[in-house]
């Protein structure tokens, strides 16, 4: 079992920057691969960033690339996500993510809103 705790949103202006941390504890962080996903209101929840047990190779969707950053920190059980040049289509609920094997845990999630 692992608990995930985000942190970090809030309100920021178009082209600001918010950095999301998620700290985790339970099991052994460092097996896990850590992602990050969003919902925004009447969407489905999409795919943000993902990183691995490691710490390499991360990995985004295209359209994110170059604006958002996750790393990982594995001595402090943390996985955080550097947005930059944020969109208001960027507006959503943060989610963490770990993942092990056929085993997916969630963190409750942190607002993200960016105004125009």
């Known amino acids: 079992q692992v608990q995930l705790v985000e942190s970090g949103g809030g309100l920021v202006q178009a082209g600001g920057s918010l950095k999301l941390s998620c700290a985790a504890s339970?099991?052994?962080?460092?097996?896990?691969?850590m992602g990050w996903f969003r919902q925004a209101p009447g969407k489905e929840r999409e795919f943000v960033a993902q990183i691995t047990p490691s710490g390499v190779s991360p990995y985004y969707p295209h359209s994110l690339e170059g604006r958002f950053t996750i790393s990982r920190d594995n001595g402090k059980a943390t996985v955080n996500l550097q947005m930059n040049s944020l969109k208001p289509e960027d507006t959503a609920v943060y989610y963490c993510?770990?993942?092990?094997?056929?085993?997916?845990?969630w963190g409750q999630g942190t607002q993200v809103t960016v105004s125009s």
């Open positions: 993510n770990a993942a092990f094997g056929i085993s997916s845990y």
């Open positions: 339970g099991r052994t962080f460092s097996d896990y691969n």
